[in-house]
Structure formats: structure tokens, C-alpha cells
């Protein structure tokens, strides 16, 4: 049920025809996995919050360094140096208390991330490397949990909506996966929030039921020109990962560690 102080805090947004008390309810009865607390997952876990997500899961290893407080807004100056998901479960704390904000000072790795998400209802992968994102798409398939894969190169971003069965998966994506360093691009803090946005609303969207979330298509996004594409997915029956022809956890996870 909702307290008289959540019917008023998102008294707003529980007016959108689509989403309704009940659809407040379902945020609220919903724990989100944010798999990197950067400028995109940070923003992510945000607008979560002030959405009404019922708790929160924020994954990411590491300390913060200065030229990351161009994008990270859950962040302040003080605290550079220290692990960045311990100061964004305190900013988020602060902004919506209502919400329970769980922080985990590591990456994403073979060992944690079955645990990860069996304890979640839906992940939003934001991790600065393809290696966590593979093993979160895969781990997400095996346990049939919805994903909403997004990234971001310099001016240029893209978004979809993965659910297990019914959708492409991330392998189906990118079958040969990039060489992407994570400090090799620039990058704009409008973008990574603009971006993060998109991905926040296509969580919310899948929970509650506003709205089309991106089934099967992914939103292409050139900011600099301000160019919008949606492109329809290909499932490949013989991915590795979510083909018809997997059988095995255990054979993913092989897969997943080649080349690693």
C-alpha cells in the first residue's frame, strides 16, 4: 500500500493516464539493479528514486576521480578518491528516504552476479566496459529477468529493452564484442543525463505499463545533430546466449570467459 506521504510526493506522476496508484504500487514493490554509478548510472539510480522504486541495487567498484564530476551529479567535490556508490546511496538517501538504497563497492564479475540478479526485478546496464555487460545480459537470460541495455560513445548514445524470450539479447547485438576503453572518448554530462533519462523512463515504462517500452528496437541517438533513429533488432536463433540452442548455464559462462 501507499502511505498519505508517497500519495502526495508522486501525486504528479500518478495522474499520467497508464500508470495510476497501481502503477505507483508496482514501482514501489520493485528492486532495480544499476550495474555502474557513472554519469549514466548515477543519473539512472536518480530518476529512479524520485520515481518511487521500492529499493535500489547500486553496483560499481572503484573510487571517484575528478574528471568524473562533469557528469555525476550524486557526487560532490569532497569526496574524490572515495568508493562513488557508498556517497550516491547518502545523496539518494537524502533526496527520497522512502526508498532503500543498497551499495555495493564492486564490479560486476562471474562470482556476484547471479546473486545480483536474483535479488532484483529488472537491471539497467551502465557499466563503462562490455566484459560486466555481457555477464549481466547473460546472467539477466538465465534468470528471465528484463534488462534495459544502454551506452554512450562521445555524442552519440543508444537504448533498448531486453526481456528474456522475447526479445534480442545483448549478444544478439553485438555477437563480436568491441574493444571499448573507457577513457578513450569524450564525453558531456548533458549527454550521459540525456541519455539516462531515456533509460530510467524505459525501466519505469516495463514496470508499470506506461507507455511502449523499446521490445525488439533500439533507439539511436546522434546529439550533436540532434538525430533520432530506431533501428528493429535481430534475434539470432544460435546466439550463445539466448539462442535456442543453449541448454546449459554453465556453457555461458564458458562463452562469456573466452578471450577475457
Not at 520493485?30 to 539510480?45: D, I, K, N, Q
Not at 518511487?52 to 541495487?57: A, D, E, F, R, T
Not at 546473486?115 to 534468470?143: G, K, M, T, Y
Not at 534488462?147 to 543508444?158: D, G, L, V
Request: charged share 25%.
Amino acid at each position: 500500500m501507499l502511505t498519505p506521504k508517497e500519495l502526495e510526493r508522486y501525486s504528479r506522476q500518478i495522474q499520467l493516464p497508464g500508470l495510476g496508484e497501481e502503477g505507483q504500487k508496482a514501482l514501489k514493490n520493485t528492486t532495480a539493479l544499476v550495474s555502474g554509478v557513472g554519469g549514466l548510472g548515477g543519473t539512472v539510480a536518480l530518476y529512479l528514486a524520485v520515481a518511487g522504486i521500492g529499493k535500489l541495487i547500486l553496483v560499481r567498484g572503484g573510487g571517484l576521480r575528478l574528471d568524473d564530476m562533469n557528469r555525476q551529479i550524486l557526487m560532490t567535490d569532497d569526496w574524490v578518491g572515495k568508493p562513488r556508490v557508498i556517497k550516491a546511496q547518502e545523496t539518494l538517501a537524502q533526496i527520497n528516504p522512502d526508498v532503500e538504497v543498497e551499495a555495493i563497492a564492486e564490479y560486476v564479475t562471474v562470482d556476484n552476479v547471479d546473486s545480483l540478479v536474483q535479488r532484483s526485478d529488472i537491471a539497467l546496464s551502465c557499466a563503462h566496459n562490455f566484459p560486466e555487460r555481457d555477464l549481466l545480459n547473460a546472467a539477466c537470460v538465465r534468470w528471465n529477468k528484463p534488462m534495459i541495455e544502454a551506452a554512450m560513445n562521445s555524442m552519440e548514445a543508444y537504448v533498448t529493452t531486453i526481456v528474456p524470450g522475447k526479445t534480442p539479447c545483448l549478444s544478439c547485438l553485438f555477437p563480436e564484442k568491441p574493444d571499448w576503453d573507457r577513457r578513450a572518448f569524450g564525453v558531456l554530462g548533458a549527454v550521459s543525463g540525456t541519455l539516462a533519462c531515456l533509460s530510467a523512463l524505459e525501466a519505469i515504462k516495463l514496470i508499470t505499463g506506461l507507455g511502449q517500452p523499446l521490445l525488439g528496437q533500439l533507439l539511436n541517438m546522434d546529439l550533436a545533430n540532434v538525430e533520432f533513429n530506431k533501428l528493429r533488432l535481430y534475434k539470432d536463433p544460435d546466439c550463445p546466449v539466448c539462442g535456442n540452442k543453449v541448454e546449459k548455464a554453465e556453457e555461458v559462462k564458458e562463452y562469456l570467459l573466452l578471450d577475457k
